[in-house]
Nanobody, 112 residues
Framework: EVQLQASGGGLVQAGGSLRLSCAAS????????IGWFRQAPGKEREGVSCIDISDGTTAYTDSVKGRFTISSDNAKNTVYLQMNSLKPEDTAVYYCGARGSWGQGTLVTVSS
């Protein structure tokens, strides 16, 4: 059973930083792509970033390029999302997803 657990959200002022973690289990971690997604109030869920664990290839949506960094710790089956220079428009529930499954989200609130 695929399990994904996101954590690390919180309240931060604009310009601040947070690091989200996604602990994964139930599948071969090294042979998959894991993504971070977010859903702001009243908006659809959107892709933020993803990483191909097998070769480290990463991708980002334009609005976070240069501010967010995705990485993985294969020994811990964990993917991270380092978020710097946060903006109020980054406020959302952040989810990690893989193999067609979603984890429980973590709320990020950025105050102006």
């Amino acid at each position: 059973e695929v399990q994904l657990q996101a954590s690390g959200g919180g309240l931060v002022q604009a310009g601040g930083s947070l690091r989200l973690s996604c602990a994964a289990s139930g599948f071969t971690f090294a042979d998959t792509t894991i993504g971070w997604f977010r859903q702001a109030p009243g908006k659809e869920r959107e892709g933020v970033s993803c990483i191909d664990i097998s070769d480290g290839t990463t991708a980002y949506t334009d609005s976070v390029k240069g501010r967010f960094t995705i990485s993985s710790d294969n020994a811990k089956n964990t993917v991270y999302l380092q978020m710097n220079s946060l903006k109020p428009e980054d406020t959302a529930v952040y989810y990690c997803g893989a193999r067609g499954s979603w984890g429980q989200g973590t709320l990020v609130t950025v105050s102006s």
